[in-house]
């Protein structure tokens, strides 16, 4: 059976992943997760995930989902993987479903906890006006509240949204960002506005190459969590950091994380992440990817 070979495969690579940063792998909560989707796993992007400093803990899956495999949030309640709790963000990727030409999904899990998110794609290059989605009835109220103040940064246009379920967080990813709202002193000024901590020089020098910048939002509160501002590229020396121990985690990963296309350079997506109290920093490695992800990289490398 492909499929189960799949879950074999790609268990094993997580297990490497995690293995780069002393993480242990919670088996048989992943296990449940990769035989839900696994008529998918030869195909799907698959990403790996780690953040540093304290946080280089845990480390998190991501795997696309074609549409025509259905809303993968149905199929995490049917396989147990996750239940509804009478909330909001329940009912979200069935409206978004509804209302919206989807291009693709993701499902997303923690090694320690198995599933916890799952994301909408809106086919590519036809992000979606955030706008339109204001009107959907179950996303956070918080989306109304800050939707000005994204657009005065250029953050109008959306390629993808996440649901978190165990947090209660949507992520809005915005893309086809204009670059002059990528310099330092707009950056700032965002971060500035939406309560979050002042960027470093360092993490304001790397924000100029972002291909996506997304906001953290909560039901409860009108203020953003977070801001994340991803940099896709090949080079393993992008991490923003001048910290010691950090440069090593970020190295050691960034060069040794598994991946399933070899002879290739590694696809990696940086994050720089703000909170209303710090910066910090995530790493992204790609095990599979498809030619979208191939052009992306080759399009930001140009750049520079
Ligand atoms: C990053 O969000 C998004 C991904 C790694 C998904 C891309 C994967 C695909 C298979 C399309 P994040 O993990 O930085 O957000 P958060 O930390 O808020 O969960
Ligand atoms: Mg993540």
Not at 69 to 87: I, N, Q
Not at 149 to 160: E, H, I, P, S, T
Not at 241 to 268: H, I, M
Request: charged residues 20%; hydrophobic residues 40%.
């Amino acid at each position: 059976m492909a499929g189960a070979n799949d879950v074999e495969r790609v268990y094993s690579a997580m297990e490497e992943a995690a293995g780069l940063l002393g993480v242990p792998v919670a088996r048989e909560k992943v296990r449940p997760v990769l035989t839900a989707y696994q008529d998918v796993l030869a195909d799907a992007v698959v990403v790996f995930s780690m953040a540093g400093g304290r946080r280089a803990t845990e480390l998190d899956f991501s795997i696309s989902v074609p549409t025509d495999h259905g809303d993968p949030f149905t199929t995490a309640l049917r396989r147990g993987l996750t239940e509804k709790t009478g909330h909001p963000v329940d009912n979200l990727l069935a409206e978004l479903r509804e209302g919206f030409p989807l291009g693709m999904y993701a499902i997303d899990g923690m090694v320690s906890t198995g599933f916890k998110k799952t994301y909408a794609s809106f086919p590519t290059n036809e992000p979606q006006p955030l706008a339109d989605l204001l009107d959907v009835p179950s996303m956070p109220a918080s989306a109304r509240a800050n939707a000005k103040l994204f657009a005065n940064y250029g953050l109008d246009k959306v390629q993808m949204v996440s649901v978190d379920y165990p947090k209660r967080q949507v992520n809005l990813y915005f893309s086809e960002l204009d670059t002059d709202y990528l310099q330092p002193a707009q950056v700032k000024a965002l971060a500035a506005e939406m309560g979050l901590i002042e960027p470093s020089e360092l993490g304001l020098e790397f924000a100029k190459g972002s291909f996506a910048v997304y906001p953290t939002l909560s039901y409860d509160s009108d203020a953003g969590d977070r801001l994340c501002l991803a940099v896709i590229s090949s080079d393993p020396t992008l991490a923003p950091t001048t910290s010691e121990p950090e440069v090593t985690q970020f190295s050691t990963y960034a060069n040794n994380a598994p991946y399933a296309y070899a002879g290739e350079n590694r696809t990696l997506v940086y994050g720089l992440t703000l909170t209303p109290q710090e910066e910090y920093y995530k790493l992204g490695s790609y095990y599979q990817i498809t030619d979208y992800q191939r052009k992306l990289v080759k399009a930001f490398e140009a750049l520079d």
